[in-house]
């Protein structure tokens, strides 16, 4: 961050009195950027026992899989963002379940969220930034080629519950890089 | 937003191609801004039966009372924010506990999520943003005088869950405004 979103002024690295760590603070206007996780929302969909991927057709990670999911928008709710997601990258319909995964994209400056899914109709096809969208029996997941650790993480969570009959939480911290161009970078 | 934290120059809304919503883009440099909604974290401290609660020194809701709360930070777990916030408002060093709630603050553009918490020894003080930190007993709780929706509907849901001998989570979602002066707009 360079410059002020408010007055366009420059903008300076520094602690403000009575806070504890160094802001982007104007120097003319005086107003402090405050910079804070941001929210990545995703869901597995699963239909008839076959769990939904899609193919990232952008960076970062392109041509790996992963659930679907992307950042979160102001005014829907975590559950509403899951579900636009999977319709964006998918174009399939998912109706959101229970809370399965919550990771913390530590480097990324990220929490990830993700929900159980039901696809109640085997209708999908790539949105715009997926290179493909399919169904995977459990043991055909290609586990060498999913794009993130916090997918990684979600998808062996959710396989063990499932075939364990219950439906936990899970919390993670992630903070190691992954192979590929900035992949830390964002998951839109 | 007025001006590119990028290059300075004014950023303009508009639709970026192959996106769905209006953005924040710089005329010069063509930078997208995206604007996403930010995580508030904090947690219901309990020792010997008792609920600590923080009056508020700041502005919005200035004298009401809350769970000590607050803004997450880069680098940081859910986790560790509820206790840094614990800590910062109530000079109270807890032990977190379970998820509590997740309540979506529509129109503050805002996540707030709670966890149950532990305060093993009674020891707490107002930080610099309390002007009170107080234990109450479950019917002494000043509901008349709750700082937020989302803390109202914490402390609720933690007493019945208590009640009950079970620690679930609760979804939510809020989008009225509560009455003060600019009480949506932060809760640092």
Redesign the interface.
């Known amino acids: 961050?360079?410059?002020?979103?408010?007055?366009?002024?420059?903008?300076e690295l520094r602690t403000p009195t009575?806070d504890?760590?160094p802001r982007h603070v104007c120097a003319a206007c005086g107003t402090v950027?405050?910079?804070?996780?941001?929210?990545v929302v995703g869901c597995v969909p699963e239909h008839a026992g076959r769990i939904l991927l899609c193919r990232r057709a952008i960076e970062p990670r392109r041509g790996f899989w992963t659930v679907p999911a992307g950042?979160?928008?102001?005014?829907?709710?975590?559950?509403q963002a899951a579900a636009r997601e999977s319709y964006?990258e998918a174009l399939a319909r998912v109706e959101i379940g229970s809370?399965l995964s919550?990771v913390?994209v530590?480097h990324a400056?990220q929490?990830h969220v993700f929900f159980r899914a039901l696809l109640p109709v085997a209708e999908f096809a790539p949105g715009?930034e997926s290179l493909e969208v399919e169904l995977f029996d459990a043991h055909d997941i290609p586990w060498g080629d999913i794009a993130f650790p916090s997918t990684d993480f979600t998808l062996r969570r959710y396989l063990e519950d499932r075939a364990a009959g219950r439906e936990p939480?899970h919390?993670t911290?992630v903070s190691r890089r992954v192979t590929g161009p900035a992949a830390d970078e964002a998951q839109a």
Chains 1, 2 share one sequence.
């Open positions: 961050m360079n410059f002020c979103t408010h007055c366009g002024a420059r903008v009575g504890h760590l950027h405050y910079q804070n996780p941001r929210l950042f979160m928008e102001n005014g829907e709710t975590l559950q964006e809370l919550i913390h530590l400056h929490v715009p939480h919390f911290a």
